[in-house]
């Protein structure tokens, strides 16, 4: 018989003298603190810094006339993302993807009215959630079908319009290719805090392979160069590191030339990331038991294709979690490049409290601001968790779960 | 039991092998194996059997004597030793089955990958290897979903998908409950009934007596005795063999 | 063996061929950018040189452990920031440990809400980049203080918009804080800069302790809790006398890397105006433009204070070990 409310909260709350009091003086803490903060961010703050300014938040100060190629951009991201999540689910809507959609809808409605956009960008943040949620459903019902005809070769490439889409994605950023450039100076907001952490994270991860793998290894020359550039980008705080990518970086190329220092921080982000995701891909690693090896060998794979076949993706697996919590890390690390002058989100946020209009109006900036990386990191860490279960189930359920198999398995 | 032909498929003289730690593992090892012919060897832990038949693919090296397999002499040439693997199959006490892919994809990576095999091809050999080792229906889960014997039947599968002239079998049911340890023995039962060049390192006394054409036993590294089963099972001539006899029957 | 085979397929050249390959290619690029590096600088006439470490800083530290001012050399402008920066490292150490353990150990209280609020706590900490919760904390509630007859007072702490104060000894006698001419004084004082750096990285660090604290304790065997149980101990008791040794053997290995965490975040006190070691050396690169000297003594101050914490850490591992026999 399970206990009813009354007799579960005496158990929790009151099992102890010592914990009835507890339990009282906390009570009376949350309440008086839940009060007064609703009290103020209803009726004392002043939330127009926020709307006022959310284009910059947004894109930093990227040219008006240009911000239709940023709108293409989040157009093809939202159709991508749409026609993945279709292929990967088919037909079904389990509860997670039911909250997504449900969640998404009341964000479209709700986030570009508080915001008090006009009504035009309103429009447009509508349609993209209807294209996202009509391509979910619409792939899901004909794109199994489709890709189980579809022909080996396009099954390997499909997988390559991710990688495809972000070139032209930076292309769409940055110019090029006819496109008027823009320079990096003028990025910013949450554009260019996504652009940096996904930057740094895509051109790390092979490096971090190659250092782990090095690590691992019986040469001692590569043994001991990748401990020594693993222990020196550990002991060193990032703040250090970035300082040295912007004063010492121009000095290293012939002629003092030096890149943007958007750039210049793009790359110290992917060295110091490597660093850490070689950690996590060496205890995957270690991970895998050394007969995987052998057994590959002894079949007569060479050690590129046992290492490729066998153990890197038993190794991916298990370090998968710790890669994730990786680039949580880097997202929150990317608030540094505030540090050094860059305008990303919390560089904007102090660019926009310098203007004396918005004097004194840090509290809002700033609780807006956590909340929107509170939201990102903890999504990301609820994805972590869900994508380690799922690879856990994948090897002892019968049948996969979708039609379709997921277009990462190699 | 079918008679092994004189062709020779393993000839290995003198083999000496050392730890890095200064262990002397191997201590002057000699062995030849017939085509067809089943050859297991059998000793006390330590006895340096598994290490032996480990340096017949390259898994362990040696510091001294010669090995040739296949007419290959084993030797520090990567073009050498890669013939040799593609010839040699093994089955791991550890069963060693990728997890991360199905049992028709174990089976199918390596011809695919090193033989340059044509995929259709190698599949229905894969399904028919599956059903010679009774596991058919198996072929789209995954090793985790398996039971020990039947990840052993998918680990030889997956040697003979390679279509080797000679199996190496390292304690191959060590690892097995007992009532699995049939099931792995009847296959390869039938693999040597087929005329397949097996050695193999056990302690199963059944299948040496009834399958084996030769026995050998290892201590300390070195070859005590070789003989064929009736004679060591019933009257060894060391007494060494007496020893190890006395041990395990 | 028979004969040898030619250099590119013998498994015994392979490995040196690699690693001479790869060597030869780090050097070159290595060679290349030093070279560049060195022809840079002579160019700008910033070569290699310690000398300019003698010359007078020209700028102040808005405080400092060791006394400072304006003329004395850039040396021990340097040493003023490393003397701040370890101050904050130690304190910060100590706080966030203590806070850390207590959360780790609340999420075995038998208090559903107490236990409940840690999980809420670390979540929320967690997915918080720390320099915005620094500068929260200093922008938002330390410069937002009254000050003077205002300010926050509890019994031998005052909480003001000019900083902490704190009762101590002072020449023998135990002061508290007071008020002399609208400011205040007491033995103890940290700067408001000092106080929002500390609060913030305590309130950080010790998240991530609890975590490790909690996983430490976890990993104790279930038994040892209910042997403890039936000879009818308290769970508090239980926890410290019997399962916190245990768990120690597993904790100590994760603090170690998180207070080598705490210590390089504490070169982010730049963001709330704390001269640390960071800050200052910022300062006398932008004024000297010695930029390899500056950066060479930073990352190797930092390495040290590493090398130290984690001598410290091990030396603690080891000691665990040895009580279990």
């Known amino acids: 018989m399970s206990p009813s409310l009354p007799q579960r909260l005496r158990r929790e709350l009151m099992a102890t003298p010592t914990d009835a009091v507890v339990s009282l003086v906390l009570i009376v803490a949350i309440t008086a603190a839940a009060v007064g903060f609703l009290r103020w961010a209803l009726f004392k703050a002043q939330w127009v810094v926020i709307q006022a300014n959310s284009t910059l938040f947004a894109v930093g100060r990227y040219p008006i006339e240009q911000q239709w190629r940023l709108w293409l951009l989040v157009t093809l991201l939202t159709a991508a993302t749409g026609l993945g999540w279709g292929l990967l689910r088919g037909r079904r809507w389990p509860l997670h993807d039911r909250i997504a959609a449900g969640l998404l809808t009341a964000l479209a409605l709700w986030a570009p009215a508080a915001l008090s956009l006009s009504l035009a960008i309103q429009l447009r943040w509508w349609a993209l959630t209807a294209l996202l949620l009509a391509l979910r459903w619409v792939v899901g019902v004909w794109g ?90 550990r002991g060193a705080p990032l703040i250090t590191l970035l300082f040295l990518g912007q004063n010492i970086l121009g000095f290293l190329l012939p002629g003092g030339v030096a890149p943007d220092r958007v750039w210049r921080a793009a790359w110290v982000l992917t060295f110091f990331c490597a660093a850490y995701l070689a950690e996590a891909v060496r205890s995957g690693l270690a991970a895998v038991p050394r007969g995987q090896f052998e057994a590959a060998r002894a079949l007569g794979l060479t050690v590129p294709q046992s290492l490729a076949r066998v153990v890197l993706p038993q190794a991916l697996r298990t370090a998968l979690p710790t890669m994730v919590g990786q680039f949580i890390s880097l997202l929150q690390d990317t608030t540094l490049l505030s540090l050094i002058g860059l305008l990303d989100l919390l560089g904007t946020a102090r660019s926009v409290m310098a203007n004396p209009a918005y004097l004194g109006k840090n509290a809002e900036v700033y609780f807006t601001l956590a909340v929107l990386f509170w939201c990102c990191c903890a999504a990301l860490g609820l994805g972590s968790r869900a994508l380690e279960r799922r690879l856990d189930t994948s090897r002892s359920t019968t049948n996969p779960s979708d039609s379709a198999p997921s277009p990462a398995v190699a | 039991m079918s008679q092994p032909s004189a062709e020779r498929m393993i000839e290995a003289r003198g083999v000496q092998k050392w730890y890095p730690n200064g262990f002397h593992a191997l201590r002057g090892v000699d062995l030849t194996v017939h085509r067809g012919e089943v050859v297991v060897i059998m000793g006390p832990s330590g006895s340096g059997k598994s290490t032996f038949i480990r340096t017949f693919n390259a898994l362990e090296d040696f510091q001294q004597g010669t090995i040739s397999v296949d007419g290959r002499a084993l030797s520090n040439d990567l073009r050498d030793i890669d013939a040799i693997r593609r010839e040699v199959g093994m089955v791991f ?52 979903q398996l039971s020990g014997g039947q990840q052993q039947r998918v680990a030889i599968a997956r040697s003979l998908c390679m279509e080797p002239r000679i199996l190496l079998f390292d304690e191959p049911t060590s690892s097995l409950d007992p009532e699995m340890v049939r099931e792995v023995l009847e296959v390869m039962r039938n693999l040597a009934a087929d005329g397949m060049t097996m050695v193999v390192v056990t302690h199963e006394v059944g299948f040496a007596r009834e399958v084996a054409h030769r026995v050998v036993l290892m201590a300390e590294g070195e070859v005590v005795e070789e003989a064929d089963p009736a004679t060591f099972f019933t009257n060894p001539s060391h007494e060494r063999s007496r020893q190890f006899l006395a041990q395990i029957l | 063996m028979p004969s040898s085979p030619p250099w590119w397929r013998d498994r015994r050249v392979i490995p040196w061929l690699v ?129 003077g007859t205002d300010a926050l007072q509890f019994p031998g702490v005052v909480l003001a918009k000019s900083g902490f104060y704190a009762a101590g000894f002072e020449q023998g006698h135990w002061h508290g804080p007071a008020l002399i001419n609208g400011v205040w004084h007491a033995p103890l004082r940290l700067s408001v800069e000092l106080t929002a750096l500390l609060t913030g990285l305590i309130a950080y660090t010790s998240a991530f302790i609890a975590e490790v604290v909690r996983g430490g304790i976890a990993s104790v065997a279930k038994g040892q809790w209910e042997a403890a149980a039936s000879l009818g101990l308290h769970w508090s008791i239980t926890l410290r006398r019997v399962v916190l040794p245990q768990a120690l053997r597993v904790i100590i290995p994760g603090l170690n890397s998180q207070y080598i965490g705490l210590a390089k975040n504490s070169s982010l006190a730049v963001a709330v105006g704390y001269t640390d070691l960071y800050s200052v050396a910022e300062t006398t690169l932008n004024q000297t433009g010695r930029a390899v000297e500056v950066i060479l003594l930073l990352l190797g101050a930092y390495l040290v204070i590493d090398l130290l914490i984690s001598a410290v850490m091990n030396g603690l591992n080891r000691l665990v070990q040895i009580r279990e026999r």
């Open chain 2, 93 to 144: 006490q550890q069963f060693n089955l990728f997890p991360h892919l199905t049992v028709l994809e174990n089976l199918t990576l390596a011809p695919i990958q090193v033989r340059k095999r044509p995929k259709a091809e190698v599949e229905e050999q894969a399904y028919a290897l599956l059903h010679r080792v009774g596991i058919r229906e198996q072929a789209d889960k995954y090793p985790g």
């Open chain 1, 144 to 233: 199994p079908g489709w890709w189980s005809g579809l022909s080996p070769l396009g099954r390997r490439l499909l997988p390559l319009g991710w990688p495809l889409l972000y070139l032209t994605g930076m292309v769409l950023i940055s110019g090029g290719l006819g496109l008027t450039p823009v320079s990096p100076s003028e990025w910013g907001g949450l554009m260019l805090t996504l652009l940096m952490a996904s930057f740094a994270m895509l051109l790390s991860f092979p490096l971090g392979v190659a250092l782990a793998l090095a690590r691992r290894s019986d040469l001692p020359l590569l043994r001991w160069g990748s401990v020594l550039y693993i222990e020196f980008i």
């Open chain 3, 19 to 147: 690693q001479g390959v790869v060597g030869l290619v780090v050097l070159v690029v290595i060679a290349f950018l030093l070279g560049n590096l060195v022809r840079n600088l002579s160019a700008a006439g910033l070569l290699l040189s310690w000398r300019w470490l003698g010359q007078p800083a020209g700028f102040d530290l808005s405080e400092s452990v060791l006394p400072f001012n304006a003329e004395l050399p850039y040396w021990r402008a340097l040493m003023a920031g490393l003397v701040n920066t370890l101050r904050a490292v130690a304190i910060g150490l100590v706080g966030s440990t203590l806070l850390g353990t207590l959360l780790g150990m609340a999420a075995f209280s038998s208090n559903g809400l107490l236990r409940r609020l840690a999980v809420v706590y670390v979540e929320v900490i967690r997915n918080i980049p720390l320099l915005l919760q620094l500068v929260f904390w200093y922008f938002v509630v330390f410069l937002s203080l009254p000050n």
